[in-house]
């Protein structure tokens, strides 16, 4: 628990900064953008070792009480602070399945190039930030890659490569579907799944190897690859992309 907290200020528990993105976790970057998107004042508490009560990562801290799981994070903010999206009906079914697809299909598509076929890679100092030598993260990164490997399979079970790929294909093709030629996906103003979206993609698209999402995004759907660089310039501007 932090002490000497502040009012209304949230303090945002989440892994360290990487070098080359203000976190690997979509998880993450989804509260954290969430907080810039409507303004709310945080601190970042950066730590591999620190977990919720609920053993996850992000929480929050909010007036003392402790917040976990990143769709109840944004719940509980939109709550507080009275900062919910103002969209018709409609468009709250829309946005609610497209964020729960992101969130769990994309997520695990996603998970196969980003950990599993590229488990040391991911875990490098120059990538993850996990302050070890090479020789220590390239044994760990290929355990974590199995690890990973059995969780994507528990929930996507052992589909092919090229099952993998149209599965993908089909969840950028929707939110594409939605986004159109619209500034964020439900017109100029973001929204919570602006908010999912971005960092499920931003934090694999960005990543400083190849991967499907690049194919994706750089050869079929430029107009999300463009929405994902709008929102990163727009919202950190501070992070730098090579």
Request: with cysteine; charged share 25%.
């Amino acid at each position: 628990m932090k002490n000497n907290w502040k009012p209304d200020t949230v303090y945002l528990y989440q892994f360290p900064r990487s070098p080359v993105m203000p976190n690997v976790s979509p998880f993450c970057l989804k509260v954290e953008t969430f907080l810039r998107v409507k303004d709310i004042k945080y601190e970042v508490l950066g730590g591999f070792r620190q977990r919720s009560s609920r053993g996850l990562l992000p929480f929050i801290e909010l007036n003392g009480n402790q917040i976990a799981d990143s769709q109840v994070i944004i719940w509980e903010l939109q709550r507080h602070f009275k900062v919910k999206d103002d969209l018709t009906g409609v468009e709250r079914g829309t946005a609610r399945a497209l964020e729960r697809m992101v969130d769990m299909s994309t997520f695990y598509c996603l998970l196969q190039d980003k950990c599993v076929l590229n488990g040391p890679t991911f875990v490098n100092r120059s990538v993850s930030g996990v302050p070890l030598p090479t020789f220590v993260t390239n044994f760990l990164g290929k355990r974590f890659s199995e690890t990973i490997r059995r969780r994507v399979n528990g929930v996507l079970g052992r589909i092919s490569r090229e099952e993998l790929k149209e599965l993908l294909r089909r969840d950028i093709q929707a939110i594409d579907d939605v986004l159109q030629d619209k500034k964020f996906l439900f017109g100029p103003k973001m929204t919570v799944t602006d908010c999912a979206v971005f960092a499920q993609l931003a934090t694999t698209f960005f990543l400083p190897y190849r991967q499907l999402i690049t194919d994706f995004l750089e050869d079929d759907f430029p107009r999300v690859r463009h929405y994902v660089e709008r929102i990163r310039n727009h919202y950190y501007p501070e992070w730098k992309y090579k």
